[in-house]
């Protein structure tokens, strides 16, 4: 990955200042507008990272974050895994599959349903999810090494507050906004 490819992004044409709702608050439209596009620029950076620091252990990012939840969730069923990776059912069996042939995952029979399987990290798999883990961690600390420790922790509480708040909407099941 070229290093320019992770400098801020520049807006030379911004978007057109969001029209908020019929009674809505203007501020509050500019506000989701520059959240908007404040997040968009931080999901870019981040996609970039993990594929490249991800793919170079030859599993997608997907198989990554897969995995990632059988080894801190434990064993999961297929349905669970799909839910939790925001997937359809076929999707997440894809995504265990190249686990699965890799030898990073495994399916075995669950203890109280026999229709059911329950998804799990092998050892290997194990082995390789801490070790991407640690190296996405350090660079997490050169980013956060720069803020002291009050507005690191804030910021840790704002993003998990959005990504709770975003995963509740989610799961709702919540519709856009018809103008």
Request: glycine share 6%; charged share 25%.
């Amino acid at each position: 990955m070229s290093p320019t490819r992770l400098k801020t992004p520049s807006r030379s044409l911004p978007l057109a200042p969001p029209t908020p709702p019929a009674g809505g608050d203007p501020q509050l439209a500019r506000d989701a507008a520059a959240l908007q596009r404040a997040l968009c620029d931080l999901i870019r950076v981040y996609q970039f990272r993990d594929r490249d620091r991800i793919c170079c252990h030859d599993i997608s990012v997907s198989q990554c974050y897969a995995l990632e939840a059988l080894v801190e969730r434990g064993p999961l069923t297929l349905n669970d895994l799909a839910a939790h990776l925001y997937l359809d059912k076929s999707t997440a069996s894809r995504v265990v599959d190249g686990l699965e042939r890799k030898g990073l995952a495994r399916r075995g029979a669950h203890p109280e349903d026999g229709r059911a399987v329950l998804l799990s990290a092998t050892p290997a798999g194990t082995r390789l999810c801490r070790r991407i883990q640690d190296d996405l961690m350090v660079d997490q600390m050169r980013l956060l090494e720069e803020f002291e420790p009050e507005v690191r922790q804030a910021m840790i509480r704002l993003i998990a507050r959005l990504a709770s708040a975003a995963a509740e909407r989610v799961q709702a099941g919540c519709t856009p906004v018809r103008r």
